[in-house]
């Protein structure tokens, strides 16, 4: 599928947060739109995503000259207090296009010249790895989460086809915590996953979070049903897996092979700590 990119200077990079990322100063996104487009995604409900005239996933904006920008934000956000920073809330800064434009590379390299207090990178993309170099400059002021919501591929073909190989996510999160970075498996959503899930994940990581549609979308599920999510698990005999009991057998399992102090549930796991 072709991919519509469009490009513009932001007029803000840094954008004040509150609600889910209420633990935050600020979120930063070096795009607009994903290209991984996946059908539970809460950003298809958001007015960056509906009033597109295109379907989410099939688009994606560059906000060109994202690093000079932020260059000047930084500074001012820090003379009014600490600024701790999750990247990103509304797109994945590591899809494909960004092999080509390095955008999210240049925001990282302006901001380890003058730090935040603390930087959350989200992403489900292996080409995360590639800046391993940049997140060691931040020392403990750090935390990569990498998206695995499940072991099994065809589950990651049936609702994510367009997102990157369940296996590549999961040698990227092992190169990452390998290089000494402070890591976590987002398991988010909860999608069906075999008794193993957990042993695989404890291979990689040591901290997991866990959330799902009815904690996770910031509509106590409401957003997800209105996506039609739902409709994907009856038709595939999946119905059991959409419910927060799903949510409760996968926590019985993390249980098993991680520490109560290495599991965070919803919206802690992914607060600035």
């Known amino acids: 599928m072709k991919i ?15 609600g ?11 795009y607009a739109g994903c290209s991984y487009g996946c059908s539970y995604c809460y ?12 379907e989410w996933g099939e688009w994606v904006h560059v906000k060109e000259g994202a690093s000079e920008r932020l260059r000047k934000e930084l500074l001012s956000a820090k003379k009014k207090g600490p600024v701790t920073i999750f990247m990103s809330s509304s797109t994945d800064p590591y899809q494909p296009i960004e092999h080509r434009e390095r955008l999210t590379r240049s925001l990282l390299e302006t901001l380890a010249e003058n730090p935040p207090e603390f930087l959350f990178v989200q992403t489900r993309s292996p080409l995360v790895v590639r800046d391993i170099d940049l997140f060691a400059q931040f ?4 935390r990569i989460s990498v998206t695995i919501e499940t072991d099994s591929d065809e589950m990651r073909k049936l ?19 390998a290089a000494g970075l402070q890591t976590q498996a987002a398991v988010a959503p909860v999608l069906p996953s075999s008794d193993r899930f957990a042993s695989k994940l404890a291979e990689v990581t040591e901290r997991v979070c866990l959330d799902d549609y009815f904690q996770g979308d910031g509509s106590f599920g ?7 999510i739902r409709a994907i698990y009856d ?8 419910s ?19 599991i965070r549930l919803n919206q802690e796991g992914f607060a600035p700590s």
């Open 159 to 177: 609702f994510a086809p367009a997102a990157p190989p369940i296996a590549a996510r999961f040698a990227a999160l092992r190169k990452l915590s």
């Open 244 to 262: 927060p009991k799903a949510t409760a057998k996968v926590l019985e399992r993390l249980q098993a092979v991680f520490r109560d102090d290495q």
């Open 235 to 242: 038709q595939h005999g999946l119905s059991e897996w959409y």
């Open 4 to 18: 519509e990119e469009t490009r513009k200077p932001p007029s803000r990079i840094l954008t004040a947060t509150g």
């Open 222 to 228: 409401k957003r997800t049903e209105q996506l039609g």
């Open 20 to 30: 889910f990322l209420a633990g935050y100063s600020h979120s930063l996104n070096p």
């Open 139 to 142: 020392g403990d002021n750090i």
């Open 43 to 54: 950003v298809r409900k958001l007015p960056v995503a509906m009033f597109r005239g295109l």
